[in-house]
């Protein structure tokens, strides 16, 4: 009897090992990240994922639940980093920029919890924003959808986030629907926050008695976060210029598109004059494609408690904006893993002070030497003891004042879109190498620079959609990359200068 138990407990040592070797798999770190004092690991959590969008936290089953931008929701459990298939969404319309965006998953301590979803349908010809709830049970299934919302939709500028705030209500962040008057028309549903209940139905103390809107004047949000006294933060696309961080209030009119970022022309301050508008805490030009964000209010990490951490898909770096006491400012910008992991999309923190955020680097506008084998990706963040991996530092963010040459011009205006080696991207972009236009008469390049360019047939390709007007730019600046892009990618024509400018101003 007493050997049988003996070769009982022998058989179940290795089981149990390999079972504890399971539930705490740890991954190599692939870089240390140096802070003032901290020091943080960087870790693979998940590879080969196809263009996560969304990033949510399961506290009950402690994984990481995410959206794929084609339609699927999948589990990362945090321990074993298995990755599960929680659910295929059948109806999702995946175009481009279109699909299964954001995600809130509410997890209240007593009562039923709920995943909101936003995503793009069609119907017919037509292409619909919806926000659908999901009853989410205790281990992670999905049932029970509800239409709470569906707005209309447009092939880009459909946003959008969600978050159950504070309030326990349910924020929506709708894209304009590339409309020139949804968002400042205050009964459209699009550029808009929306506020709703749970349940769907409008708050009795909405702002405006039986609307969902909350506040208005928005081109396309692609973050939305809140801190821990629900104060509201949004960033967003501008054009070719502003993106923005915005503090959400309700019934303010952000200005969206008669204001871009800061009111700083004459003709904006003529408009907010006529009627208050309110200005972003933070712009950038050049733009840096702000997209997710989430509030870190740990003292885990002490040097970004109280900050804004913004994932940027054109910039490719994940930002550390420290706000203000009061939350009302950003005082301290930071840049971390600039060009190193690709285009970023969504960033998660955890109750515990873990970082997750995800690249986005197997989406519609890949940068030059992405995608990975391993792409997409979901990182990890952590604090911990010393350095055990080829240690990088944040840095500060570069300021944009000072006039740069032709080659940084173009990478800061014009590569996101033509490429650094100015080829384009196949039917979206077109190349500018051996352009007629580029190395043509000096006035047609210059207004299509100045004016922007919509609707042209160029070659045999008519492209979706249209080239921004980079009036913005100083005179010495446009030529600089007019030279610039006449004398790279194998073009070739004479210089442009300061007299064929003049005249078109
Ligand atoms: C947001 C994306 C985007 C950015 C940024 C952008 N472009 Fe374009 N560009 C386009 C698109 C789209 C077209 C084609 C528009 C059409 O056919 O109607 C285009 C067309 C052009 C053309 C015409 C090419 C031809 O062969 O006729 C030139 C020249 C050009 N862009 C130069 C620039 C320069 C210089 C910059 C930077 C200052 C820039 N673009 C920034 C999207 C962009």
Known sequence: MKK?????????????????????????????????????????????????????????????????????????????????????????????????????????????????LSYTSKKDSLIFSNLYRYEYSPEGKLAHPKLLLQIPGNTGHNGSRVIVSTDQKVYWATGDAASDTFAQDSTSLNGKILRLNLDGSIPKDNPIANSYVYAWGFRNMQGLTHDEKGLIYTSEHGDAIEDEINLIQPLKNYGWPQIEGMIDTEKEKAIAKKSPRQEPIKSWTPVVAPSG??????????????????????????????????????????????????????????????????????????????????????????????????????????????????????????????????????????????SSLVQGNPKDLLKVILQGLKDKKIGTIKYESAMPSFSFLKDEEIIEISNYIRSHFGNSASKINQQHLTSLR
């Open 4 to 116: 049988q138990t003996y070769i009982w407990l022998v058989s179940l040592i290795p089981l149990l090992s390999s079972c504890s070797s399971e539930t705490e798999k740890e991954s190599k770190p692939i870089n240390s990240i140096q802070l003032e004092h901290s020091i943080l690991s960087l870790t693979k959590e998940a590879t080969k994922l196809h263009v996560p969008w969304d990033l949510q936290y399961d506290r009950i089953n402690d994984a990481i639940l995410f959206s794929e931008i084609g339609g699927s929701i999948r589990r990362l459990d945090t321990k074993t980093k298995k990755v599960t298939l929680v659910d295929s969404l059948t109806d999702v319309y995946h175009q481009r920029t279109l699909g299964l965006l954001g995600m809130a998953l509410y997890q209240p301590e007593k009562q039923q919890a709920y995943l909101y």
């Open 293 to 434: 964000m989430a509030y870190y209010g740990f003292g885990v990490i002490p040097e970004w408690q109280h900050s804004l951490l913004l994932a940027t898909l054109k910039n490719q770096s994940l930002r550390i904006l420290k706000l203000s006491a009061d939350g009302q400012q950003i005082v301290d910008e930071k840049v971390l893993f600039k060009d190193q992991l690709g285009r970023l999309r969504s960033v998660l923190t955890l109750p515990n002070g873990d970082i997750y955020f995800c690249s986005s680097n197997r989406d519609w506008n890949p940068q030059k030497g992405f995608p990975k084998p391993d792409d997409d990706v979901i990182y990890r963040l952590r604090i911990a003891d010393k350095a055990t991996a080829p240690i990088i530092r944040p840095l500060a963010a570069a300021s944009a004042k000072q006039v740069k040459s032709g080659q940084a011009l173009y990478e800061a205006y014009c590569a996101s879109c033509h490429k650094t080696d100015g080829k384009g991207l196949t039917n979206t972009f077109p190349p500018l190498a051996n």
